[in-house]
Structures are given as C-alpha cells and as structure tokens.
C-alpha cells in the first residue's frame, strides 16, 4: 500500500541562499554540490541549538536525522540520480568536519533507494538505484571532488510520461521512509528554427524569432544557445570547447502545454557575447562549429524552488525554503529539452572572421 505523504511544503529556515541564473546547467551542479544547501541546515542547527537552552549551551544537544535529498527526472536522460546527504552535526571545527566524507554522507548499507512508477495509485513497476562515486565535484567547503550518488543502471530504465515517479528511500538504521513524487515533463515542439533547417544567419539587421510551444507540465521555459567552438593551437594541440549563451526564462500561464513564447536574437549581441566570453591569444586560431538552440523546461515543483531561491534586494533575512520531501527536506522534480543544432551561414562565417567585435579572436572558416 503507497503511504500518504505531504509535498510542495514551504519551510522557513535563519538563513539567505542565492541562486544563479541558466536553471538548467546551474541546477545541475548545484544538484551535484549543495555546500550552501548543508551550510544553511548547519546553520539552523546551531540556532536551535542555542535557543534550546536556558544557562548551558550544548550545540550537540537534541540532534535530529535529516536527509537532504535532490533530483531531477528527464526521459532525456540514459541515467538517472539521486542526490542523498545528511545534515551534520558535531564538536569541534565544523569546516573540518564538512570536508570529510563521512560527515555528509550516509552509510550506503543503510539506504535502499528505488523509483516507484506509478499509475494512479497503482504501481507498475519498481526501479533501484544503486551508488556511484562521482569523482569531478568542484571544490568547496564540503567533500570533493569525489561523493556518492544514488543512480540507475546507465541505459536500464526508460522513464514514460504516462505514469508519475515516486521516489523511495528507506533507511534501515532510524527504521524511516524519505519520500517524494514527481510527473514528467511531456515533449513539445520547437517552431523556429524550423525542423530541417540547417543554417542560421547572425548579419541581418533585423532581429529573428525562435518560437516554441510550451509543453504539458511545465511551468517554466528557457532558451541557451550553445555555441561550439575549436581552439587549434601553435603546439600541435586541440581543445573543443563549449559556451551556453543564456536568454531570460518565460513561465507558462498553465499546465496544459501549447501556449506559443518567444525569445527575440539580434544578429550582433551573438558576435557581442563571443567577444566578451573568449580570451584573446595570439597562439591560437579557432573554427566555430555549430549552434544549438535548446530549449529547457522546469515543472512546477522546480520553478517554486527556483523562485524561492533566487537572488533578493530585500534586507529582511529570513526567507522561506521550498521543500517537496517528506521526513527530509530538498527538491525530487522534473526537466526537459529539445533542440535545433545549426551551422552559421558564410555570411556569419566571415563577419566572425573579419568582423569588428570577433576579428582578434582569430577566427578562421572551417572546411566543410
């Protein structure tokens, strides 16, 4: 029998936590490093601490376990993770002890952690995950660059957006069950730039449109161009090397999906944000390869998150957390993305070449 549990719960915690813009590629490493996410649970711990006391403060006094649980969901994906620490608490240097595995970490022996696919009420099947060390986490105040994660089989478990996902983990040591339940976003389609279209053009003086229609479930919709590029250095060596041109995000007015939203692009911002964005260097010459236009999506539960935890002008410090975990806290949502990946027109090719903002990236046109 599915147990009943609450989600999308509002938390208010002492603590201010920042947000960056790119939801998608940002979320993504802030699901791999939560070191303001722990820091602020740290942070909470300590007040109770004191204001638990009258005369003797002990911060150790009346710990309590609480998981701190992150994923995001996508069909897109091959695999699928889920994020699990612990918050920690304990005598002596608190940078010390965050910078030790163990101290936000649980024992891998202790959770069982499976995706439940749900039809209704009913559940289809049972999906487990197992751990994996992620060995490339950025540096910070808490372990790296090595950290468990929980995930499926690589290429295993397609996901459907027929059914919702409930995620279950078990932790046999305090005998508790941390739960949550998210649906999928559904596909939608991309208008401009049309399907089959194989150049894009950044010289016309008049700005051009990339058209979507929203998709079913999702609230929150961006578009990033991802711009790839080769550097081809004196020494002999080859680097590829990607930048993601970021657009502001556009909310859907409802859940339904194929409401139409645009983003306008004007030819020389693309040459503007190349200029500002590669260093200059006089041993190197590069061929820019492609674009990508992708267009992201948040579903509800993730776009709340996001809201609740971007960046705020407001001098009040207290601020609500978003959570949708049960006997946990953190965020269990869904995303998607489709795309279009175009080459620049010769036009473009020899604006960026010769042109006034690119001319001293050296820039030379690729053989095709």
């Known amino acids: 029998?599915?147990?009943?549990?609450?989600?999308?719960?509002?938390?208010?915690?002492?603590?201010?936590?920042?947000?960056?813009?790119?939801?998608?590629?940002?979320?993504?490493?802030?699901?791999?490093?939560?070191?303001?996410?722990?820091?602020?649970?740290?942070?909470?711990?300590?007040?109770?601490?004191?204001?638990?006391?009258?005369?003797?403060?002990?911060?150790?006094?009346?710990?309590?376990?609480?998981?701190?649980?992150?994923?995001?969901?996508?069909?897109?994906?091959?695999?699928?993770?889920?994020?699990?620490?612990?918050?920690?608490?304990?005598?002596?240097?608190?940078?010390?002890?965050?910078?030790?595995?163990?101290?936000?970490?649980?024992?891998?022996?202790?959770?069982?952690?499976?995706?439940?696919?749900?039809?209704?009420?009913?559940?289809?099947?049972?999906?487990?995950?197992?751990?994996?060390?992620?060995?490339?986490?950025?540096?910070?105040?808490?372990?790296?660059?090595?950290?468990?994660?929980?995930?499926?089989?690589?290429?295993?478990?397609?996901?459907?957006?027929?059914?919702?996902?409930?995620?279950?983990?078990?932790?046999?040591?305090?005998?508790?069950?941390?739960?949550?339940?998210?649906?999928?976003?559904?596909?939608?389609?991309?208008?401009?730039?049309?399907?089959?279209?194989?150049?894009?053009?950044?010289?016309?003086?008049?700005?051009?449109?990339?058209?979507?229609r929203t998709a079913e479930n999702g609230r929150l919709h961006q578009l990033s161009i991802r711009i790839y590029y080769t550097n081809y250095f004196d020494s002999g060596n080859t680097e590829r090397k990607t930048l993601n041109w970021n657009f502001p995000s556009k909310e859907a007015s409802d859940l339904g999906g194929g409401e139409e939203q645009k983003t306008q692009i004007r030819g020389q911002q693309f040459y503007v944000f190349l200029k500002n964005s590669i260093p200059e260097r006089s041993d190197v010459e590069r061929t820019l390869d492609s674009v990508r236009y992708i267009v992201s999506v948040a579903n509800d539960n993730f776009n709340i998150y996001m809201k609740v935890n971007e960046p705020s002008n407001s001098i009040i410090q207290e601020r609500p957390e978003f959570s949708n975990v049960s006997n946990g806290i953190g965020l269990f949502a869904s995303r998607y993305s489709e795309h279009r990946t175009l080459l620049l027109n010769s036009d473009s090719q020899d604006s960026l070449v010769d042109g006034h903002h690119t001319r001293h990236l050296n820039f030379i046109k690729p053989i095709r």
């Open 1 to 212: 029998m599915k147990r009943p549990f609450p989600y999308s719960i509002p938390l208010k915690f002492m603590f201010t936590k920042k947000y960056n813009s790119g939801f998608v590629y940002n979320a993504f490493k802030n699901f791999l490093r939560f070191d303001k996410f722990l820091i602020g649970i740290f942070s909470l711990m300590l007040i109770s601490g004191f204001w638990s006391c009258e005369t003797d403060v002990d911060l150790n006094d009346e710990w309590q376990d609480i998981p701190v649980v992150y994923g995001l969901l996508s069909q897109n994906d091959q695999v699928h993770y889920i994020r699990i620490n612990r918050a920690f608490l304990g005598e002596g240097d608190a940078m010390k002890m965050a910078s030790e595995l163990d101290s936000i970490i649980y024992d891998p022996k202790n959770l069982d952690v499976r995706l439940i696919e749900m039809n209704g009420d009913n559940p289809v099947r049972s999906i487990p995950l197992d751990t994996t060390l992620v060995t490339n986490v950025d540096s910070g105040v808490f372990h790296y660059p090595e950290q468990i994660v929980y995930r499926t089989q690589p290429n295993s478990v397609e996901l459907s957006t027929n059914y919702t996902y409930h995620l279950e983990i078990y932790n046999k040591k305090y005998d508790k069950y941390i739960e949550s339940e998210t649906e999928l976003i559904h596909d939608f389609s991309i208008k401009r730039p049309l399907a089959g279209q194989t150049m894009v053009n950044y010289t016309s003086p008049f700005p051009t449109d990339v058209i979507w």
